[in-house]
């Protein structure tokens, strides 16, 4: 099995209309990171609390995706018992 890389993009700008920070992903569908350095000052004095998040993020996405999966499966199993009738 062929292990994927896990890239992540990094960009710095300075917009005044922007957040101070924004995960979403890049024309290659990878994680992009863009910090905000018009907000460096809140950025820097919220640093410990951002990097913390990280934590707490992954496991509401934790709870997101098993509840999915759940449904998903239940799909799975009621087309099972469709398609043998």
Do not use: C
């Amino acid at each position: 099995m062929m292990k994927k890389e896990n890239n992540v993009e990094f960009r710095i700008i300075n917009a005044h209309d922007m957040p101070p920070l924004v995960i979403s992903q890049n024309e290659n569908d990878e994680p992009k990171v863009v910090l905000n350095t018009y907000h460096r000052i809140w950025i820097s004095l919220n640093r410990r609390l951002i990097a913390g998040i990280t934590e707490n993020l992954q496991e509401k996405m934790d709870t997101i995706l098993t509840s999915y999966l759940m449904e998903q499966r239940q799909f799975e199993k009621e087309d099972y018992e469709f398609n043998e009738e």
